[in-house]
Each structure stands twice: as C-alpha cells, then as structure tokens.
Antibody
Framework: QVQLVESGGGVVQPGRSLRLSCAAS????????MHWVRQAPGKGLEWVAM????????YYADSVRGRFTISRDDSKNTLVLQMNGLTSEDTALYYC???????????????WGQGTLVTVSS | DIQMTQSPSSLSASVGDRVTITCRAS??????LNWYQQKPGKTPKLLIY???SLQSGVPSRFSGGGSGPDFTLTISSLRPEDFATYYC?????????FGGGTKVDI
C-alpha cells in the first residue's frame, strides 16, 4: 500500500532553516510528480511546491518562492523540502502528497502523508 | 494566480439532507477542478477530480459538476460520516490554489 511518511519538523527561530523529508513506499516513486501542501493551525490548505517525476520541473507558491527548494532522491524514494528564511507565516503542518497520475501528472493529490509540524517562533 | 472562492464557508445540515457547495475560479479553468474532504485531525481525501470524476472508493452520493469558472460539489443524502470540511482546488496551472473551505456540520 502507498505510504508517505514525513519527518524533520520542529520548532525553529525566525530566519533559520529546516529540511523536511518524505519517505515514500508502496509505489514506483520515480514515476510520479510529488507535492508539498501545508496547513496552518486552524486554517485551510495551501499548496507549497511540486516537482516533476524526473526532477526537471519545479513549481512554487508565491509565498515561498526564493526561500524554499523542493528536490527528490529517487535512489532513496525520498522527497525533500529545504526551507530557508523561515517566518512565523510558515508555521504549519506540512504534508507530502503524491500526484494522482504518473509522469505528466494531473496536479491533484491522491495520497497524503500524516504531516510534520513546523513551528517558527522565537 | 488563480483565486478560488468557495461558498458558503459553513453550513448546518441534517442526516439525509441534500447539500451543495459551490466553488468559483477567478478565471476559466475548464474542468481542472478537484474536491477534497478533511475530517478533524485527519489528512485530506480526494473525492472528485476533473470536476466530475469520482475517485476510486468514494461513495456515489458524492458528485461534482460545472466547468469554466463555476463548480459544485453535491452530497445527495448526507450521512453522519460526511460531516467534515470540503475544499476545492484548481489544477489548471501552477501555482495550484485551494478554496477557503466549507465546513459542514449539524
């Protein structure tokens, strides 16, 4: 069965960095585009970033572009989000999500991890 | 960026009611519209993709419709397990965007 397990969250001071990981299993990882979606406490869903199945194409939300970097390590079936210059606005539960369709993707999300909580606070 | 507006933001309903939630995009997005259900403390679940296609395993009481800027999610007969928050999401082009959510409660 498909499993996505995020890790790397925690409490971090404003301006610092954090690196999130998502370990994927139960499917052929290098066939699927992957996404990060976040949810601030008590708020709605916000898409953060996506990476194509081959790692060539990357897209970001306006709110994180230039600060966050998405990448993938297909040898380890792992998705990564490097977050720099964190602010209190980045406090959220960060979900890793699989695209619904292989290769080209359909830019929607059929499997989600349980999330990892990032708290930015001094 | 494409803005997604859901209405209402919340609604109260009873078991057996027919419920309709609407979602409007700030520009035409064809049928690149998806619906998710999220229960408290749980991860979101894909219900409907491409505006009207039912995701595998989702009960047939859920249906989606619309195209262009205006879309609907309908629950034909509300069941107790359907009380949740529902989000629309456009998949027309990045940056991908969600609606603000509609909370369905008793």
């Amino acid at each position: 069965q498909v499993q996505l397990v995020e890790s790397g969250g925690g409490v971090v001071q404003p301006g610092r960095s954090l690196r999130l990981s998502c370990a994927a299993s139960g499917f052929i990882f290098n066939m699927y585009p992957m996404h990060w979606v976040r949810q601030a406490p008590g708020k709605g869903l916000e898409w953060v970033a996506m990476i194509s199945y081959d790692g060539v194409d990357k897209y970001y939300a306006d709110s994180v572009r230039g600060r966050f970097t998405i990448s993938r390590d297909d040898s380890k079936n792992t998705l990564v989000l490097q977050m720099n210059g964190l602010t209190s606005e980045d406090t959220a539960l960060y979900y890793c999500a699989r695209d619904h369709e292989r290769y080209s993707g359909t830019y929607n999300f059929d499997y989600w991890g349980q999330g990892t909580l990032v708290t930015v606070s001094s | 960026d494409i803005q997604m507006t859901q209405s209402p933001s919340s609604l109260s309903a009873s078991v057996g009611d027919r419920v309709t939630i609407t979602c409007r995009a700030s520009q035409s997005i064809g049928t690149y519209l998806n619906w998710y259900q999220q229960k408290p403390g749980k991860t979101p679940k894909l219900l409907i993709y491409a505006a009207s296609s039912l995701q595998s395993g989702v009960p047939s009481r859920f249906s989606g419709g619309g195209s262009g800027p205006d879309f609907t999610l309908t629950i034909s007969s509300l069941r107790p397990e359907d009380f949740a928050t529902y989000y629309c999401q456009q998949s027309y082009s990045p940056p991908l965007t969600f609606g603000g959510g509609t909370k369905v409660d008793i």
